[in-house]
Structures are given as C-alpha cells and as structure tokens.
C-alpha cells in the first residue's frame, strides 16, 4: 500500500472525510477533571430543537422527553394546565379529519384524557386479562374495536436486531483503550504508546504466544498480516471496508455504528486528538482512526469467526398477528376517546377511514410527549413572566436612597442567586452585581501550590497573558519549607498508594501499619466534619502559609513568556479594559460603595469524580478565586482609576475593591489580600463579613431545603454544619445539588428581581440597556452568557430525559478508569454526562432567556452572531424581552415576538425567604420578599 | 459462663433477626424508611461490637481457650448427625471483630452512599445476611455450621454484584460468580462428607477430627478447593474484577475484607490437619505463590480503580495463603486483619482517586517518579510485550476458563441433548426444543 499511489490516496482523504463527520456525533466531553458542560446533542445543533431531538432519539437510541406517564403526572398534578395544551395545538396548523372530528379536538382528546400504549409483546395478554379486557366487558367497546379490528390498518417498521460481535470485542477494547489513554494509574503504563493506539495494540498482540477468545482466535494473525504489509491505520479500515463489500457511500454509516457502540472511549479518542493539552497529566497521541482501525481489526476477526449468528425467539407469524392486534388497539383507544361509536367507524368511508388512521399515527407516543412537554414549558413560561410583570409594582422599593455600605459582584450562576438575595436580606443596604464569573480577565493562572498553569476562562476563550502567584518579598523562606514538606508529604503518599498494591511492599505495609487505616476509616465515617477539621488543623500546623501577590503588573509594552509566548501580567491600558468590561455592562459608573467585593465560586467534594462539575463554568470548569481577586487588584491600582475616569467609570478614591471566593458546596466565603486593606475600610469590611456570615447561613439553609437528609427543623448554626459536613463526606453522592432545576436566564438590572424569590433557579446577568444606546454591552453580555448557560441547561436536560444514554446513570457502581472518566463497574464504555444523582429533581426545561431590552434591539444583536443566531432561531433556547422603559413583555414564538399579556396576579408575600421556603422540599413559585422594616 | 454465650449467640443471631423481620415486613408490604432501616442496622451492630467486647473480656479474665454453645443436633440420619454448635476461639473472635466493626461501618456508610437509591432497602438485607452468613461462618464449631454460613456469604455477594438488575453487565457477570462459587462449593460439601465418612464427625469443636495420612490430604485438598474459590485464587481468579459491578460499599467490604479473607480463614481452620500433610500444604503454598504473583502483574497493568484494587486485595490474599501454608498462622491472622482495614478505606475511596491523585501530584511538584520502569530495563522487548499483554489479560485466566473448561461442558451438554432427543424420537415421543441464547455463548 505505498502512499503514493493516487487513486487510494483520495481514497484514503473520502475516508478520513467519513471518519471527521461520523466522529461529530460523539460526545465533547474530555478527561473528567476539567468538566465543561455541553450540550450534549451540538452535533445536531443546526436542526430546530423538536426535530434534533427526534433525529438523536433515532441514532442513538435515546429517549427525546420525559415519559408520557411523567408529563401525565405533571398535568395532574397543576404542572401542565390544559389551557396549555390547548394553546401549543391551536399553535400548530389544524386539518378537517372528517366533517365531526378535527385534528385538534383529536389530538386534545389523545393528550387528556389521553390515550394508552400499545405494544405486540403484552397485548395479547392485556385484551385476555388486562386493561383491554376490562375494556371489553362494555359491550360498545368491544364492538368498537373489532370494528377497528375489522377495517385495514397500514403496516409499519421493524426494529433492526442487535449486533452481537460487541460482547466478543468489548472486553479487549475497552482494556486497550483504558490503558492507552491512562494518565497514570496503572502502575506498569502501557508499551509503546508513543506509536498510536494502532500500532501500539499491533505491536502488543500480534506476537504469537498469546489465548484469544474463542470468537478472537486468528487476532494475532491478522495483526501480522497487516504487519507485514505494514498497513496504516486508514489502510486498515479501508481494508474493512473492502472486504465486508461496502461502497463508499455507506462509508459514514457504517463507521456511525461503530462509533456510536462504544461512543463514550471513541468520544474520549477524538477530543483528545483535536486537542492533545486536554489530557491532565501524559499526553497521548489519539486518532479516531487509529481506533476504528483496532475496532474494525477486531470485529472482522470476530464475524469471520461466525460469532454474529444470530438465533431467531420465535416465530415470525405469531409475531405479526401480535403487532396487527396491537396497531388495532391503538387506532381503537382513539376512537374510543373521541367517543365514535362501531357504527361510525363501519359508515366511515375508505379515505374517511385513512385519514382517521393516519392522523392517529402522527399522533403517536413521541409527538404526544412532543406536544406535551411544549405544554409543559409553556405553563412554566406564563409563571416566569406573570411574576417578572407582577414585580414592577415593587419597583420603587427596589431603588436604594442612600450610598450602598457594600456592592457585591457574584457569578451569573443559578446557585447564585440565593446568596444574593440572602445577602440582601442580611443588610437591605448592600447592593449585589452579577457578571460572567471570570470577571472579564482570561487568564493563563499558576498559584503557588499548582505544578502548572491553567486558563482561567470560557472555554471558547485563549487567554493572552499569564500571571503568577508568588509569595511577598519576606515570605519567600516560607514558600521554600512549605514547598519541600508538601513535595514530602507528597511522596509519602504516593509511596504508600503505590506500596500497598505492589506484592513484597504491600506484605510489609499491610501487616505491619495495616491496622493503623482503622483511624481515618473511623473518623471519615463516624466523625466527618470534625475529622476533616482535624486533618486542617495538621496540615495547617504542618505547612505554613506564605502571604502571596499576584504579578499582574506589566510594564514594559512586550515582555512575553519564553515558552508560552503569553504576555506576562497586564499593561495599565489592559487592566483597564478588563475593569471597564465588567463595570460597564453591570452599569456600575457611579455612585461607588466604599467596598466592592467581587466574589469568585467554585466547590470542594470528596468522594466525587464529578467535583469539577460544580465548579465555574465561565472559568472553563476550574474554581474562579483567582479570577476574582485579579479584578480587584487591578481595580485598586491608581493608574486604572484614571483611565477609568477618562471613560466615564468615575471610581471615588474612597472605594476599595476586595476578591474573594464562594464554596458552594460548604458555603465557606474567604476574602484575599486583606492586609492590603486601608485601616479607614476596617469597620466597613467588618460590616460586610458580617453581613457575609449571615448570608452564607441562610443560603445553607435555603440550599438544604432539597436534600430529604437534612432534619427539617434543624436550627441555623446546625444545617450549615450539615451543609459543610456534606463536602467532607465520603460517602455523600450529591454534596450540592449543582446546577440542577436551572430553568431561566435574566439578564437585565437588579431592580427587575430584587426581593423576588426565584428559588435558586434562574442565571442573573447585570445589563442596563439605558446606558448602553449602541448595543455593545449587550453583544458582550450575550456572548459570554449565552453559550455557558445553553450548554449546562441542555446537559442537565438531557441527562435528565435519558439518564441512561445521555447521562452516566446512577453514580454508585462507578469505577473512575485511567483518570479520565468513570465505567459501570469493570468494563463499560465510559460514561459521558451527568449521573442522576446530579440531575435527580431537575425540571427538564429549555432555558428561558429574559432579556431588558427591546425585540428590535435583542435581534440585531443576535443576528450579528452566527451562533447567538443558531441557538434562538433553532429554539434551544426560548427567549423574551422585557421593555426597560414600559415593562411590556414580548415572547420569541415561531413566527416572531408575540405582545405578552394575560391578568397578573399580585405576588405571593412572605416576609423573608426562609418563611417562604420553610419545611417544603418541591420547586417553588416566585414570591415577593417584603424586607423587614422595609428598608428599600 | 452462661453470661458469655448467651452474648455470642446475640452476637450471631442479631443480624440474622434483623434480616428476617425486615424481610418479612417489606414481603407484606411495609417498606420502612431509610431513617429507620439505618438506625437499627447501627444500633445492632454497635450493640454487637460491646457484647463481642465482653466475651473476649470475660475469655481473658477466665483464662478459658474458647467459649462454645451447643444446641444439640439439629437432625440425625443413621450415623450422621448436625450438630448445632457455636463457638469462639482466639482464631474466631479476630475474625468475629473485624466482621462486625466493617459491617458497621459500611451501614453508617451505605445509609448516606444509598440514600434515595430505590434499592436501598434491599442492600441493607442483603448487607445483614450477608453479616449474618459471616458471623455464623466464623463463629460455627462445625463444618456443617460453616457450610450454612459459608453459603449465605456466597449468596449475598452474587446478589449484591447483580445489584443494578436493570442493566444486563451486574446480572451475567453476578451469574459467572456464582457459578464459580458452585463449583467450588463442592470441595467443602464432599469434604464435609469424608470427614463425616471416615472421622464420624465434622465438629471442631473440642479439636479437629483427626484424619492422618492420605486421608487428612484429600481433605484438605478438598477444603483447598473452596477456600480457593472464595478467594478468588489462582486459577479461579477471573471472577474478582467481575464483582465490581456492585455498589462501592459492597465492593469494598466483600472483596477488600470479609468474604476474600473467608477463604483464609477456612484454612486457618484446618491448619492442625494441614501441617500433617505435605501435599496439601505444598499446593496451598504454590496457589499463593501463583495468586500473588497474578495478582501483583495484572494490578499493574490495569488502568481503572477498583480492578487495580481488587488484583492488590488478591495479591495479598495470595500471601496469606503462603502464610498459612508454611504455619505462620499468628502472621497470617495480622496480615488479615490489617489488609482488611487497609483494602476497606481504598475501596471506600477509590471514586476519590483523580482528587487524591491530582493533589498528591501538585504536592510533588508535577514530576511523578514514573513506575514499571524496572521491569522495562530488565526484560528484554520480546518477553516484556508478552508479559504485558498476558497481565492486561489477567493471565488468561477466564478466557482459558471459557474455552478449555466452560465452551467443552457445553458441547457436551447440547450432545447429550441431542443423544436424549434421538432416543426420544425413537421411542415416539417428542422432544422438548431447547432454547439457546446467543448471549450465553457469546463470550467464549
């Protein structure tokens, strides 16, 4: 096979053109340290939504909504009004089916009271002794349906049969694969990695002397032969493909398959092909290729073998009188809901009767749920709005008179959101901000504890500039110890993991200190808050903790690091910018506290391969501190302030910016750099720490609502301790409950959501549409928002639809393989997605952007940008505005903004969130926190 | 005395109770709440803990070698009889402790780890059974005791590997391990029997039958023969990464302490017979020596967390065994009793692995000293390839399994039926069709 021979090398190009665009359906996630949320279905992000969901239901098996039977449940119990029903079908074309029935009224009786499902495997049993059967008893039934029974009802699919080569060559794959792609657990790493999954594997099982499975024996040879040729990977696929006799055009197809098999440990091969810095610690050469051309190496092997017999249940007769007995069953329960009668069914005539059943058809169990859930959306749209109008009232209150003692920048985050409010509720005089959590500085981060830099930002962003954590001149002693007992206690560590499995060390360690484990056994289990404190006491006793500053500074115009090429720190003009980004789309100009505190997020769990996931999303899956306090020491230097001036962000020289850091596991809040602090800001900072405290309390509080493990009367003090103890058990699947019930994003001024209980689920973005006449603010305010927020709402939607094929099922058996994601105990495709234990009380919405602005304005905005525009126009998103002026709602429907409108309610009144949330575990509607004493 | 056997008999019985009336609630319909269920499961087992803690009190202030309950016979055909007798001797009541003080904490670690799981209630039975089913192993004066106890430990863990019905993986590969189980189940059955055979008893009560000669080597080969099973050693050792299909906590207790240890302490039992016998102590010592060395080159070589742990439980299961059989019985029982709490913790952590590692590395500075180097620089290419490939493949060991012992008995099996059905159609009748499953077959 030379490589220049011309026909195959176009060949080789058609293959490698099928291999990129059959890769695209695999999943984006990489290694699970670092986790970014995605939308799980982007490769079908160019469909509209109902349609994509469908199409992905169809290749990958997966189910496109909730069930029938939990929207059923939803419409019981008020979740779904029929009202909603009735608007999403007089939304969608009608059609006269016959003079009496129109598709609609069809359709609504199918929805409610609603039709059952029918399948060929139960329904002989369900007409001799089920629910058919009970049916029958009325005789009017049973006529009906033998009348059904009677007329011609037009056939349909089968459902292709399973493969059975994967059980044969899974086994060996999945192995091959987790040892390839280890990033170092295995104490003896794979050989020759450096070669390629292909070649390594070629090089590993083509030498004789090896037992093969039964259906495998003949690998090794065929390994040797494509050895001996010295094929390619490309070549070895084509030669797949060649001999099993597949012609080009099916190429894509084929391969989908393969792919989609094991979609998990391919998806993990292509992400870290395209991007080989993804793998946390050993860099790896992937190739999608290289692991089809295993895969398909393996799989000719096995069907020469003649393992893909398949051996048929029964007999194929008995089947089609089944599926003809169940079709009849299905056009029979919609006749029956739309009361026609065996004589009306016998009168119809033959095209009556067609289009009856076709109409049936269209309406079968996914566009039932289809409908359904559009209802269901829509029911939590109206609640949205109607409170967002009803609030206007409050308006006024919202207004602060006097100078804020403190203004606090959170993340946009959901889980936000209740901190915020607690934070307003624990001083009415406090004025919070919420802006994308990596405060506008992208950045490429070392602290002094990290053994590399990471970025620091969107993951669709590059940081340009790098910035160090150091210790101050006079700690520098100190960072020296504390480096070497880390780098000790390191390698105590590490020999004692590795000692304990290895066979002579592992006697001597286990016999000798075995018993010694009893102590952190007893402790994680029986005491885990207090052993946790011990354990931070030692550390803290053990490893002294230099003060550090950050080298943000840059001033000379081009100084760059010699590897990275990264700009080191910040040039005066740079920092401004990034200050002027934040504060300006926030409309934060004037009118300055005295502190600003700009809080970063990020959460701590043991126990929990999926910690990263509750981490910033807008820091590209990592804990956004530093982001945070790089924007207040910037913020603080006198040579932004000036430059600030010049663009119209007047800071008063008595404003001092803190950065500080927002567990939201443990509710912990730490404040940076406040040595720095001038003695004229103590008394403020003490306010606002206090302020801080309280808020963090009740947040625990509100938070813990949700989890049935914690005692429903529990005082304060108490569930924040429940709410610390959860990151520091062991044993806890859901230390926080993450981005889960997310379900709306506002962005806009606070004064639109002050004092409204949105119950921790709704994205808060800072935009004041007054000062921004040209749009630019919220083009950035948009771009940074969007993205981030679609794909955690879209990961938690489908995770929670189908838990099984989208999600990564329930965390107890998972098994963290090669460091870079989980398996189902010891040989499983690694599981992509959220597990349910993540995803468990999720309302499965697509999230509802509020944006204060006009819909003329909103769409510039969004047809400016391609993928702004692909994500409305395709409706993953469903958007609304609200005027900044007159407060009029307009809704995005298919065919454009919809005026808003409808009676609105007065707000539910609760003098403060904890009254409002008390004893109740299930999602709550908005309510108007009255303050006490009315301070707004 | 009286006072001491009373609390070993609570100590055994306690979660057997517990087992049966939840059963028997949850048969007639009354699921408890996840409060109660793990209330209770921490008050039986700390009340077991204290009343264990006075027996081994009371021992030591007697000075007596044992403490021992006898219930008389259960039933007697002919010559045989089963004897019901409880006993704690100095080998029992370390392994008596060690059962108890895990089992409860992987309740206090289960009750959290579970929480909302729809199975909770059914690991929590299976988790008393299976304590129970140890319990009465460690704790029987006789064979026949021991076989019960034995049983509802094999049973239990099959159970709990099959623990998430509604995928097809737990479910076949909890079936592989019982099959395991089964067949290796029938070294003690007809072990039991010789003993009864040729000794008159399989109690141990007042000391082991005494068998000399050939007959205390088939015994004891027999009695090998399960022990090896259990502890998943060589060459049954395929089924031990399959067991990892079950919850963490379940994994961790069974296959880090309890049940892989079973094994050994079935040894430990027979120890007086076994010194009298060169053969079976030879094969006990050269079963560790092949255990340990599988285990340590197919832990290396796997790149996931549990199958790395099992394969380091194994290796040193697999020295104990060595342990035992050259008559180090006081280092064998520490060896236990430490690797048990050692496995437990790993296993309870392992879904903390990329946390720990990840921190462990940014501590050394991110240069880890890398590992296997050794063995690269001392073997040449050719063997180091075969070498890798063969720990990769866990020795081959269950594909050996499936070709040469499993694929040959179901040839067999379809011949005979075949035979059967010819001889049926002769005879006039007709034959029942058999059903094959594509899946059964598929992994030979």
Excluded at chain 1, 222 to 249: I, K, M, P, W
Excluded at chain 1, 707 to 714: L, R
Excluded at chain 2, 229 to 247: C, D, T, Y
Aim: charged share 20%; with cysteine; hydrophobic share 45%.
């Amino acid at each position: 096979m030379s490589q220049d021979d011309h026909p195959e090398q176009s060949r080789g190009d058609k293959l490698r053109l099928a291999v990129e665009h059959a890769g695209h359906l695999l999943p984006m996630q990489g290694p699970i340290g670092v986790f970014v949320h995605h939308n799980t279905l982007h490769a079908f992000q160019d469909l509209p939504f109902e349609q994509a969901v469908i199409e992905a239901s169809h290749r990958f098996g997966a189910e496109p909504y909730m069930t029938e039977a939990a929207y059923r449940a939803a419409l019981a119990r008020g979740r779904i009004h029929l009202e909603d029903i009735d608007a999403v079908c007089d939304s969608e074309p009608d059609a006269v089916v016959f003079p009496r029935l129109s598709r609609h009224s069809l359709r609504r009786a199918m929805m409610t009271p609603g039709v059952r499902e029918f399948d060929a495997a139960t329904i002989l049993w369900r007409t001799e002794q089920g629910d058919l059967a009970r049916d029958f008893r009325q005789p009017a039934l049973r006529a009906l349906f033998d009348a059904c029974f009677a007329r011609i009802i037009a056939h349909e699919d089968e459902p292709a049969a399973p493969r059975s080569v994967d059980e044969i060559i899974h086994p060996w794959l999945i192995r091959l694969c987790s040892v390839f792609l280890d990033q170092g657990m295995a104490y003896w790493p794979m050989l020759h990695r450096e070669k390629g999954f292909y070649e390594s594997v070629r090089t590993l099982l083509a030498p004789r002397g090896g037992i093969f499975p039964r259906y495998l024996t003949g690998l090794d040879e065929e390994l040797e032969r494509q050895e001996y040729f010295s094929f390619s990977a490309t070549d070895a696929v084509l030669d797949y493909l060649d001999t099993q006799r597949f012609c080009e055009a099916d190429w894509e197809g084929v391969l989908q398959t393969e792919l989609l098999a094991l979609p998990g440990w391919a998806g993990l091969m292509r992400r870290l092909e395209e991007d080989p810095s993804l793998a946390p610690h050993e860099t790896v050469p992937c190739s999608l290729m290289d692991f089809l051309a295993v895969r398909l190496t393996m799989a000719r092997v096995a069907s020469r073998e003649g393992a893909a017999e398949t051996v048929p249940q029964e007999s194929p007769l008995k089947n089609q009188e089944k599926r003809r007995l169940s079709r009849a069953a299905r056009v029979y329960d919609a006749a029956r809901v739309v009361s026609l009668s065996a004589d009306e069914v016998t009168r119809l005539s033959d095209a009556e009767w067609t289009a009856f059943v076709s109409e049936v058809k269209a309406c079968n169990g996914l566009e039932r749920r289809r409908i359904l859930h559009l209802a269901y959306e829509r029911w939590h749209e109206r609640e949205i709005l109607r409170g967002l109008a009803s609030h206007r009232q409050y308006r006024g209150l919202c207004e602060l008179e006097a100078r804020p003692t403190a203004q606090v920048f959170f993340c946009i985050d959901e889980r936000e959101e209740s901190m915020r409010r607690a934070l307003e509720e624990a001083d009415a005089a406090v004025e919070t901000f919420s802006s994308a959590g990596y405060f506008g500085v992208a950045v490429d981060y070392k602290g002094i504890d990290d053994p590399n830099s990471a970025a620091f930002c969107p993951v669709v962003v590059k940081p340009r500039h790098s910035v160090f954590e150091q210790p101050k001149a006079e700690d520098r002693e100190l960072l020296e110890s504390r480096r070497w007992r880390r780098r000790l206690l390191g390698l105590l560590t590490r020999n004692s993991f590795v000692s304990s499995r290895t066979l002579m060390r592992g006697w001597l360690s286990t016999t000798v200190l075995g018993l010694l484990s009893a102590v952190p056994l007893i402790g994680h289990l029986l005491a885990p808050r207090r052993y946790a404190k011990l354990r931070d006491w030692m550390n803290k006793a053990f490893l002294p903790e230099p003060r550090t500053e950050l080298t943000l500074m840059r001033n000379t115009a081009q100084s760059q690091g010699a590897v990275t090429g990264l700009l080191m720190g910040f040039a005066a003009l740079e920092k401004t910018e990034r200050v002027a980004s934040v504060l300006g789309p926030a409309a934060l100009t004037r009118r300055f506290a005295r502190l600003v505190v700009i809080l970063g997020h990020g959460s701590s769990s043991l126990n929990n391969p999926h910690e990263s996931a509750h981490d910033c999303g807008a820091c590209g899956g990592r804990r956004g501190g530093p982001n945070a306090r790089l924007f207040a020491a910037m913020a603080n230097r006198p040579e932004v302030r000036a430059h600030l001036r010049e663009r119209g962000i007047d800071i008063p020289p008595d404003t001092w910016f803190i950065g500080g850091y927002h567990d939201t596991c443990s509710d912990d809040v730490e404040l940076y750099d406040l040595d720095a602090l001038p003695a004229t800001h103590q008394a403020d900072l003490s306010r606002t720490v206090e302020s801080l405290e309280k808020a963090r309390a009740h947040n625990a509080r509100e938070r813990a609502r949700r989890f049935e493990s914690c005692p429903e009367n529990a005082s304060p003090h108490a569930t924040l301790r429940h709410v610390e103890e959860r990151s520091e058990h062991l044993a806890e699947p859901r230390p926080e409950y993450g981005h889960c019930t997310n379900a709306v994003c506002i962005v806009g001024r606070r004064s639109l959501t002050r004092g409204l209980f949105l119950d921790r689920r709704v994205f808060l973005a800072s935009y004041d549409a007054a000062q921004d006449p040209g749009d630019q603010s919220l083009a950035a305010v948009m771009a940074a928002v969007v993205p981030v927020c679609t794909g955690i709402s879209l990961e938690y939607y489908f995770s929670f639809v189908d838990n099984d094929r989208y999600g990564c099922g329930t965390k107890l058996p998972h098994n963290v393989a090669g460091l870079v994601g989980v398996m189902d105990g010891h040989a499983s495709d690694l599981r992509t997605g959220l597990p349910w234990q993540m995803v468990e009380i999720h309302e499965p919405v697509r999230l509802l952007f509020v944006i204060e602005t006009t819909p003329e304005r909103l769409m510039k905005v969004v047809n400016a940008s391609a993928s702004l525009k692909q994500v409305v126009e395709n409706r993953w998103i469903r958007v609304a505005t609200i005027d900044p002026d007159s407060g009029r709602i307009h809704v995005r429907r298919n065919s454009g903004f919809e005026q808003f409108d409808g009676p609105v309610e007065r707000l539910p009144v609760a003098f403060s969130s904890a009254e409002w949330y008390g004893g109740k575990i299930e999602h709550l509607p908005m309510a108007w926190i009255q303050a006490e004493g009315g301070g707004r | 005395m009286a006072y001491s056997q009373t609390m070993l008999v609570f100590v055994v019985l306690a979660p057997g109770v517990v087992f049966s009336v939840l059963a028997l609630l949850w048969l007639v319909g009354w699921t408890p709440r996840e409060r109660v269920v793990s209330r209770i499961t921490g008050a039986v087992f700390s009340a077991s803990i204290l009343a264990l803690a006075v027996i081994i009190w009371r021992l030591a202030a007697t000075g007596a070698p044992a403490v021992t309950v006898t219930f008389g016979n259960w039933f007697t055909v002919h010559d045989y009889h089963f004897p019901l007798v409880l006993m704690a001797d100095h080998l029992s009541l370390p392994f008596l402790g060690m059962t108890l003080v895990l089992s409860g904490l992987i309740g206090q670690f289960s009750a959290t780890y579970l929480h909302r799981e729809p199975g909770f209630l059914r690991f929590f039975l299976l988790l008393h059974l299976f304590a129970f089913g140890s319990l009465l192993a460690f704790a029987a004066g006789s064979f026949d005791l021991l076989v019960g106890g034995w049983e509802m430990v094999g049973i239990t863990s099959v159970l709990l590997i099959a623990f998430f019905q509604q995928r097809t993986a737990p479910v076949e590969n909890g079936l592989r391990v019982f099959a395991v189980y089964r067949a290796c189940d029938i070294g003690l059955l007809v072990g039991v029997f010789a003993m009864h055979d040729w000794a008159g008893t399989a109690s141990f009560a007042g000391g082991l039958p005494s068998l000399t000669g050939n007959r205390a080597s088939i015994v004891c080969l027999l009695l090998l023969l399960a022990a090896a099973g259990k502890a998943a050693q060589v060459p049954f050792s395929g089924w031990l990464p399959r067991a990892m299909e079950g919850p963490t906590p379940s994994s961790a207790i069974f296959y880090g302490a309890i049940s892989i240890h079973a094994g050994a302490y079935l040894l430990l039992r027979v120890q007086p017979m076994l010194v009298q016998s060169g053969l079976a102590s030879a094969m006990v010592i050269a079963i560790g020596v092949a255990t340990a060395i599988h285990g340590t080159m197919s832990g290396r070589a796997s790149a996931d967390a549990k199958t790395s742990l099992a394969y380091a439980s194994l290796t040193q299961v697999g020295v104990v065994f060595v342990e035992i059989g050259i008559g180090w019985k006081a280092i064998a029982l520490v060896h236990i009793l430490g690797h048990a709490m050692v496995r437990t913790l790993q296993f309870l952590r392992a879904p903390s692995m990329l946390h720990d590692y990840h921190k462990m590395h940014s501590a050394i500075g991110g240069e880890l000293s890398p590992t296997g180097k050794h063995l690269e620089e001392l073997l040449s290419e050719r063997v180091q390839l075969w070498l890798y490939r063969w720990s990769l493949d866990h020795g081959h060991l269950d594909t050996i399994l499936d070709r040469f012992v499993i694929y040959p008995l179901m040839r067999l099996s379809r011949l005979f039926a075949k035979l059967d059905s010819m001889g049926l159609s002769l005879s006039g009748r007709e034959a029942p069709v058999p059903r094959h499953s594509a899946a059964g077959q598929g992994n030979m």
